[in-house]
């Protein structure tokens, strides 16, 4: 059974720091591919960065600020998030996404595990 746990969420001002941490079990693959999301309230679910077989991806307006990373041995993915700004306040989530072939994306229909999410408040 995959689980994904997320950790290292809380509350913020503007310009501050947050990691968050997934822990994943159950993932056999030989190749995993993980991702972050967030889902602020009333929008949709959207991708924040993506990490597979050491390559990256990047939303748009998080680049430069946060960056994706793991921890292979400890089956463990991190989130650093820098500059916070308020509209970075959102649920975030991990993703999973299993396979042979499976390049880092931001598409959350390409996922096919998710953990429970950790809230993240950034105040101005």
């Known amino acids: 059974q995959v689980q994904l746990v997320e950790s290292g969420g809380g509350s913020v001002q503007a310009g501050g720091s947050l990691r968050l941490s997934c822990a994943a079990s159950g993932l056999t693959a030989s190749r995993v591919c993980m991702g972050w999301f967030r889902q602020a309230p009333g929008k949709e679910r959207e991708g924040v960065a993506s990490i597979s077989d050491g390559r990256t991806v990047y939303a748009d307006s998080v680049k430069g600020r946060f960056t994706i990373s793991q921890d292979i041995a400890k089956n463990t993915v991190y989130l650093q998030m820098s500059s916070l700004k308020p509209e970075d306040t959102a649920m975030y989530y991990c993703?999973?996404?299993?396979?042979?072939?499976?390049?880092?994306?931001?598409?959350?229909?390409?996922?096919?595990?998710w953990g429970q999410g950790t809230q993240v408040t950034v105040s101005s």
């Open positions: 993703a999973a996404r299993p396979g042979w072939w499976v390049s880092a994306t931001l598409a959350k229909d390409q996922y096919n595990y």
